[in-house]
């Protein structure tokens, strides 16, 4: 007898949020670096700051606004890949069944010839909450995801809560650059095996 039972049916949406999740938790001090060095290129650009000729000033203008607009390529790069590499395969996406029990977890996956794949809490790396959906970190690469629409209704804060309790770790809101604070980056480290 499982203590949740919860079934993710796996989308272009799903894919693609999983995918820019697990890119911004394995490239976040490369993402700061390229977020600063992108203001400073549009503040020499655009001449706030220091005196660059012309056309130089251009060239960094350009540089910071690629930089800042093609951020999260990779992430989208990756999941268009898989999704596409599904369609060609005439595939149906994923469904992902999760069982939830004491010691720990088993998924099985839908339309898939595969075994019941086991999880232990213990191994968890760590937990996110973002707009639409938690995320469960098994290393820095691999995840699942879990839309909140794919949770029992009137359950999301008793599943947080369990999984909480189950891996001894807390969620941690997904932060954005712009609104990290030391605390926040702390409670991110102290928040993760």
Known sequence: MSDFTVEVQHSPDTILALSKVIYSIQNTKKRAVMVISAIVCLLLGSRLIGNIA???????????????????????????????????????????????????????????????????????????????????????????????????EGQVEAFKTYLEEKTGLRFTVMNHWWNATLKSLFNRKKNMH
Request: hydrophobic share 35%; glycine share 4%; net charge positive.
């Open 54 to 152: 012309e056309p130089f000033n251009y060239l960094f203008s350009l540089y910071g606004c690629f930089s800042l607009v093609f951020m999260n390529f990779p992430a989208k790069y990756r999941g268009e890949t898989i999704i596409n590499n599904l369609r060609k395969g005439n595939k149906p996406f994923p469904c992902s069944v999760f069982q939830f029990q004491k010691d720990c977890f088993t998924v099985n996956t839908k339309n898939y010839e595969s075994n019941k794949e086991k999880y232990q809490y213990k191994d968890c790396h760590r937990l996110i909450i973002g707009k639409d959906a938690l995320y469960y970190f098994l290393n820095r690469e691999a995840a699942f995801i879990f839309p909140i629409s794919c949770l029992p």
